[in-house]
């Protein structure tokens, strides 16, 4: 009686038995195998590898895209200032120094020259601007009576002179500008040409 009534208890409440086969197969598909976990951290490793470096490259070049950027806008605003400078004064005298075989690096460039003042009868005054170049803080600053500010930064290399070649002296203005931008350094070297537009003192 018992052997004939486990069959049909089973039957009635859903169990059914699994042949020894199946079930093996069964348990051999519950996880996966040493060899497919190895292969799939090993894909991983290369995914994640090649996404780490889309990252870091993308982030050099925008950082150096940022350096390029900074260093142009530091030589460009130190060209915009002495240009107004330089159009109201007479050339530098420079001393010791000024000439293309030796140039000025750590002597004020000093522009003198006249502002006329936009009153009807007005006189014109005199005029005095120096550009100073401090090798410690990569400034160069613009002094223009007690007011200063500065015309460029990160500025590791500054010299000037003299270029009396041409009919009219010219005043030739040599710098690099160093941007350091995470782990990347973008320097940009520039030289830049001036004209003073004063030859003589105004007439009284």
């Known amino acids: 009686m018992r052997g004939t009534r486990t069959p049909r208890l089973r039957r009635e409440f859903g169990v059914a038995t699994l042949r020894p086969e199946l079930a093996a197969r069964r348990r051999r598909q519950a996880g996966f195998t040493l060899i497919e976990v190895v292969i799939a ?118 010299s000037w002179y003299i270029d009396a070649t041409g009919a009219n002296p010219s005043v030739v203005v040599s710098m690099t500008v160093t941007v350091a931008a995470y782990n990347t350094t973008y320097s940009q070297s520039q030289t830049l040409r001036f004209y003073p537009r004063i030859t003589a003192s105004p007439s009284p």
Not at 145 to 153: E, H, I, Q
Request: aromatic fraction near 8%.
């Open 41 to 158: 951290t090993a894909l991983g490793v290369l995914v994640m590898g090649a996404l780490t470096s889309v990252v870091l490259t993308t982030v050099l070049a925008a950082n150096v895209a940022t350096a390029r950027i900074e260093t142009s806008a530091q030589v460009r605003n130190f060209q915009f200032t002495a240009y107004d400078d330089f159009a109201l004064a007479r050339p530098p005298s420079p001393s010791g120094c000024g000439a293309p075989s030796d140039p000025c690096t750590t002597q004020d460039l000093v522009l003198q020259g006249y502002r006329m003042s936009n009153d009807i009868g007005g006189v014109a005054t005199s005029y005095t601007v120096r550009y100073a170049w401090d090798p410690s803080t990569q400034d160069v600053t613009r002094y223009a009576g007690t007011s200063s500010r500065v015309a460029a930064g990160n500025v590791t290399a500054y």
